[in-house]
């Protein structure tokens, strides 16, 4: 190639020199790559998330919930008054409250979902919700991940973070008998008992529809 010395302009300043370089080496590979035909189509685009600062905050929101979880079971765990029916009460379903909450608020649909529910409302709703959870028991170094997904018609971004059994989930979560009475009346179909610590105990999963704007429209309506 001889193109920085015949290319070079007396007068032009050293990176427009460069510059003109570059964008001829680029087109000069993305040529290339055409011809040899690596691109799928012709002109493809670059992959693009439509709301990424959505995305960063549906990670940072989940985050949060799942530190909310984790701190209302560990201080159950540690306290030494016997557990009251409110106390018990306090740990799993605030977390949805919450999620629907951030639903609400955000345009977004915020699910807790498991293989093995305790609430009915949280069993896999679709193929992707079964495939992901998939993932997470097969590799179970992923924290999450996300995806491009149409979701009730509607094309979206949908964010996965997969959650553990701890040794405060226990309590509630361990042996079937051991069960406090209040999941046993309360879930006379719970599913969600005799796991173990390190257990994939199920996922988040949070869709971002691309026209966030119609959907707190829809939600607020
Ligand atoms: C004090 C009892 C209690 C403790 C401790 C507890 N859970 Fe739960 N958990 C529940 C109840 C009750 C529900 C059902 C809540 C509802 O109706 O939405 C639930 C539901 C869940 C769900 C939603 C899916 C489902 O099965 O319905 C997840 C996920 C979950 N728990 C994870 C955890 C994790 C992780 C921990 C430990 C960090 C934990 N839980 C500790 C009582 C508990």
Redesign the pocket.
Known sequence: MSTTVDQFIPGEKPWQALSKLLLRVGLMMSVSLVTIGWYPAPASAAPIIPNPNELVQVVQEIESLDAM??G???S??GSTEV?TMQ???????P??MRAMQLSQEHGWQVK???K???????APGNLHDQMALAKFNQEPELIGFWDRETLDKQLGTRYYRR????A??????GLKERR?Q??KD??PH???YDFNVGDL???YAVFIPDDIQKAIQNAVN
């Open positions: 979880r984790s209302l079971a560990a159950l765990e557990p106390t018990m009460k306090e740990v799993c379903r977390v949805g807790q979902v498991a093995k529910y305790r609430n009915p409302d949280h959650m553990d059994v701890e405060s989930c226990l309590a509630c979560h406090p209040f999941v309360g879930y719970d599913l969600a105990r199920g996922m």
